[in-house]
């Protein structure tokens, strides 16, 4: 699979620099997920009794790494990295209650690393075909560190087409979704009011354009992105 499996939230889901990375194996191909106009997306949704409340961040980074004859092999590797302050949830006084219940003051990075690929299907990536993933990955929020289960679709769209007079690359589309027990990572649900605004679970889903661009390329599109919207996604 492919910057969630972060996720997440931390979906992490993530900006900032990347830490120190192995190169891939031989015959593993690495896109990155660092889009400059900012459309790669990290959602969380969570469902009470009286609402449901949906946060979504643009601020999502990392990489996806396979062997595209092999998408369950040992080569097929992903991190995601999320800012938890960037989340917005459509009230700016709750987008900060939001930010210090997942602990951005002490921990800002959502980090999710991918572990395994359980299956997939089909196991190699074909031109403009989807392929259906499970795995495996660790998920860190608020200081915490757990296990948690991912499902993915996986589409190689290759160099070439229409698109790339947009962006520059091969690319791979993720979209990855898992459930986060907020309990499990120390996210508190007191009192008699936040139970019925604030579900036990966050589902959260990552929808993200990974690219192989070259350094050169990558740096070219940045500099369309600063030509037309005046800034580029940091």
Do not use: C
Not at 10 to 15: E, F, G, R, W, Y
Not at 44 to 61: H, L, S, W
């Amino acid at each position: 699979m492919g910057r969630i499996a972060a996720v997440l939230a931390s979906l992490s889901l993530l900006a900032g620099n990347l830490p120190a990375q192995t190169a891939p194996s031989p015959g593993v191909h690495e896109f990155l997920v660092d889009d400059a106009w900012g459309r790669d997306t990290v959602q969380f949704r969570t469902t009470a009794p009286v609402e449901d409340i949906v946060g979504t961040t643009n601020e999502v980074t990392g990489y996806v790494r396979a062997d595209p004859k092999n998408l369950a092999g040992p080569g097929t590797a992903a991190r995601l990295e999320v800012v938890l302050n960037t989340i917005k949830t459509g009230i700016e006084m709750r987008d900060g209650h939001v930010a210090r219940a997942l602990g951005a003051d002490t921990s800002p990075v959502a980090v999710f690393t991918l572990e395994k690929i359980k299956s997939a299907a089909p196991n190699a990536l074909e031109p403009n075909v989807t392929a259906n993933l499970t795995g495996e990955g660790w998920l860190e929020l608020k200081g915490v560190r757990k296990k948690i289960d991912v499902g993915a679709q996986v589409t190689y769209v290759p160099r070439g087409g229409p698109f790339n007079q947009m962006r520059p690359g091969n690319f791979v589309k993720l979209v990855a979704t898992f459930d986060v027990r907020l309990a499990d990572f120390g996210v508190e649900r007191k009192g008699q009011v936040l139970p019925l605004q604030v579900g036990e679970l966050a589902h959260v889903t990552v929808t993200a354009l990974a690219s192989d661009a070259s350094t050169e390329e990558a740096k070219a599109y940045r500099e369309k992105a600063v030509k037309y919207m005046g800034k580029a996604r940091k």
